[in-house]
């Protein structure tokens, strides 16, 4: 737990071993730090830093309502805090638009770019409303049954065929509060990066899953066009695919990362 301004944030530190540039990562929407041990398990050579957004996990609720460029500047005081001046980013979902925020606003910051399963904010390819109705209330973390009777709905792929795969997920979930998720809505409501991901100079890894509901592999497609210097990963699998095939997608961004 660390205090940044009047702000304290629960931050997840992976050490490495190589000593080169650290791996942030910002994560969907609800979810906490302890749900990115398996990608860091995954990764033993590389130092890797999130943090639960404030009112998410263990991070105490924010003072005021905040939009994605105070996540990024709350990441910045993170790197500031273990003394590095650059980091290659990655952003899952919700945390996807952090990340494409954190590259805006923060350019010098950013050396390359990861964006899984995310998608241009407002202005994107929508899921179906069904999954969206599901998406709006935090029901799924505070109820098991219900949890394993949608998971396959909005997150599609293994999920589809193996509800207990929720059972294994949701485990991890720290709740805090409705108020800490519906802060998380509304941060990106309205949000859209669709006029100047053009301009991003970062080379950019886009990882989609062909079955995704939640965030359909169009999105995927669109972003790919529109950033310069991009490369479009797909996977056979759904929204969750860091978790559910995370040795391949942990390799695939190693890969990637690792490249001169």
């Known amino acids: ?20 540039i650290p791996l942030l990562v910002f994560n969907g929407i609800g979810g906490n730090i302890e749900l990115l041990a398996p990608l860091a398990r995954s990764m033993p050579g590389r130092e890797l830093l999130t943090f639960d957004v404030p009112g998410v996990g263990h991070s105490a609720l924010p003072a005021l309502p905040y939009r994605l460029r105070h996540i990024a500047a709350l990441a910045v005081a993170v790197l500031d805090r273990y003394g590095h001046v650059q980091a290659d980013v990655l952003g899952v979902s919700w945390g996807g638009g952090a990340a494409q925020q954190f590259v805006r606003s923060h350019a010098a910051r950013c050396r390359r770019l990861v964006l899984c399963a995310t998608a241009p904010g407002a202005v994107m390819i929508p899921a179906r409303l069904s999954v969206l109705l599901k998406m709006v209330t935090p029901r799924r973390y505070m109820n098991g049954e219900y949890a394993r009777a949608i998971a396959g709905d909005i ?3 293994d999920f589809r065929g193996n509800p207990e795969l929720a059972d294994a997920f949701f485990k991890h979930v720290r709740w805090q509060s409705r108020l800490g998720y519906y802060l998380q809505l509304a941060a990106a409501w309205g949000w859209t990066s669709i006029h100047w991901l053009h301009r991003l100079r970062q080379p950019t890894l886009i990882m989609a899953g062909r079955d995704d509901p939640l965030v359909p592999a169009a999105n995927a497609r669109l972003m790919h066009l529109l950033i310069p ?32």
């Open 155 to 157: 997150y599609g792929g």
């Open 1 to 20: 737990m660390i205090r940044l301004g009047s702000q304290t944030l629960w931050v997840g530190r992976h050490a490495g071993g190589s000593g080169g």
């Open 229 to 260: 210097h991009s490369e479009l990963r797909m996977l056979d699998c759904g929204h969750l695919f860091l978790l559910t095939r995370t040795a391949a997608s942990a390799s695939a961004i190693s890969e990637y990362l690792d490249r001169p």
